[in-house]
């Protein structure tokens, strides 16, 4: 679908109205009837609320539909918002809006009128950008290789009366988000390793960004034992790292930022070969990839100030002849020598390796992003993500930015005393524990191991990447979580200004350092 959209500061005209295919009037939770009353068409409009409230009580999420009294039988969807929850945050408002515009792009209309009656200020911009986030995400169409199609429309939505509504900034959020769960969705013979890496080298042509590929041998010669390890099954030999660079004008060479994706494009479990209840949807185990993938996307259409790199971890967790097995000791890229108890804890074999790399650079903060434990789900749900820092000073931006996103985290406990259940007897670490207790945690205290504790690192492990009936402005199951988060976290909750200016600092202590060396 073709959606193109508009931001009035008026309210909506009689005509418009009537030109219109669907009109979805945005409506508040107490007060609706006065506020219809205003509008165009708004004393019929009351009555017909008022007599079907009556008759079935109020409204509830899903938006109700009436016609207008005119030539083309205007379709009206008449919409409740929830009421004020200010420690709710965006996410009931989210749901609401995903549901009003399903129901609107349902019409398929070649004209859709947004309006938010008695609403002002504030609570009004917070209305029409739900509305316009639920837009831009039902009217992306994800891959389908269905015989018979119908042939996409083009919907212009005009929203009315705001006075403030960045579109650019929504419109960036909804391109990086459909990216991630356009990639996620792709079966995986068509998204193997190669074919997601040549994916990122296309982005990478279309945006300027740099592009470059860590295959095998250049893993081995970086000694990337962990990663290599995962990859041994895989006799397509297409695994490996890919590094992105952006850099706008006149930014420095080093990153500020530096985005970690696992990308994971199939896993079986390898030889502790996961049952097929469990291996179902495992070609969306690449969704943290495909988030950072979006990330990038968004923070380049926003042509974002600050430097930020990528890097993309991507494999398969393969069954074979050569597949990695328990017992094995394994030495990651930094010299740690680990031992394999799990062929399914795979992910953090990958990011370790990746995360050594990426820490080399010195960046102001290293974000990574991954469908890495089952824990997580078990602890969650797939309604929140789990979010883990070595900054426990910033678990309040983190709940800020999820309350205010719609994508909403809970920061874990990352306390060292964890880090005795990866005590190993035959090497520097155990990758996991067969216990299964905590691993959500043990996970992210082992990948701490590969990041200096000088470098600001989140670690986000995306249980609601798959959420049955989609989640906040989302409709689909699979959800480019992280997307939304990581934009509001960086940019408007100023963390990867900040990133930007430690990293400044750093190159400057640095360059002191050497001076007073050399003389």
């Known amino acids: 679908m073709s959606l193109s959209l508009e931001s009035l500061e008026r309210a909506p005209r009689e005509g418009e109205l009537d030109a219109a295919g669907v009109v979805w009037l945005l409506l508040p939770h107490r007060g609706a009837l006065e506020a219809l009353a205003a509008l165009p068409h708004g004393p019929l409009l009351a009555r017909r609320l008022r007599a079907r409230e009556r008759a079935a009580g109020p409204l509830g999420e899903e938006p109700w539909a009436t016609a207008l009294p005119n030539a083309r039988g205007t379709r009206v969807l008449l919409q409740r918002l929830p009421g004020p929850d200010p420690e709710a945050g965006a996410f009931p408002l989210l749901e609401r809006a995903r549901r009003g ?15 938010a009656a008695g609403l002002e200020g504030g609570a009004l911009e917070e209305a029409l950008a739900a509305a316009a986030r639920a837009l831009l995400a039902a009217s992306r169409s994800l891959p389908s290789y269905r015989r018979e199609r119908r042939p996409p429309p083009r919907v212009r939505a005009r929203l009315h009366g705001a006075r403030a509504l960045d579109l650019a900034r929504l419109e960036a959020e909804a391109e990086g988000n459909f990216l991630a769960r356009r990639l996620a969705t792709e079966p995986p013979d068509r998204l193997t390793p190669g074919a997601l890496r040549e994916e990122a080298r296309r982005l990478a042509r279309r945006h300027g960004w740099s592009f470059r590929f860590l295959g095998r041998r250049q893993l081995e010669r970086l000694g990337a034992g962990a990663f290599l390890a995962v990859a041994r099954a895989d006799a397509a030999d297409e695994a490996g790292i890919v590094h992105l660079r952006y850099r706008p004008r006149g930014a420095a060479a080093s990153p500020a930022l530096a985005l970690v994706g696992k990308g994971v494009c199939f896993d079986t479990g390898g030889v502790h070969l996961k049952p097929a209840r469990h291996m179902r949807h495992m070609h969306e185990d690449m969704g943290g990839a495909a988030v950072a993938l979006g990330l990038l996307e968004g923070l380049t259409r926003l042509r974002c100030p600050h430097p930020v790199d990528a890097y993309l971890a991507l494999a398969r ?3 074979g002849p050569r597949a990695y097995l328990p017992g094995e000791v394994v030495r990651t890229l930094d010299g740690t020598s680990v031992e394999i108890v799990h062929t399914d804890a ?3 074999l990958l990011l370790a390796d990746t995360l050594a790399l990426a820490a080399r650079s010195r960046p102001g903060l290293i974000l990574d992003l991954a469908t890495l434990t089952g824990a997580c789900i078990y602890a969650l749900g797939t309604r929140y993500s789990g979010a883990f820092t070595n900054r426990p000073a910033w678990h309040s931006r983190l709940l800020a930015a ?18 005795r259940a990866l005590e190993s007897e035959v090497a520097d670490l155990k990758q996991c524990t067969l216990e299964g207790e ?9 990948l701490s191991r590969f990041v200096p504790r000088e470098l600001p690192w989140i670690h986000l492990d995306l249980a609601a990447a798959r959420a049955e009936g989609g989640l906040g402005a989302v409709p689909t199951a699979v959800t480019g979580f992280g997307v939304a988060f990581g934009l509001r976290l960086l940019l408007e909750e100023g963390l990867l200004a900040e990133a930007a200016q430690a990293a400044r600092a750093r190159r400057g202590a640095r360059k002191a350092g050497s001076r007073s060396s050399s003389q």
Do not use: K, T
Request: glycine share 6%; proline share 8%.
């Open 101 to 115: 515009a399903q129901a609107a792009l349902a019409e398929r209309p070649a004209r859709l009128v947004v309006a």
């Open 402 to 419: 999820g309350r205010a996103s719609g994508e909403r985290v809970w920061p874990f406990p990352m306390d060292p005393d964890y880090d």
């Open 438 to 446: 905590a691993d959500h945690i043990l996970a992210a205290r082992f």
């Open 346 to 348: 795979e992910g953090r």
């Open 317 to 319: 967790n393969l069954v």
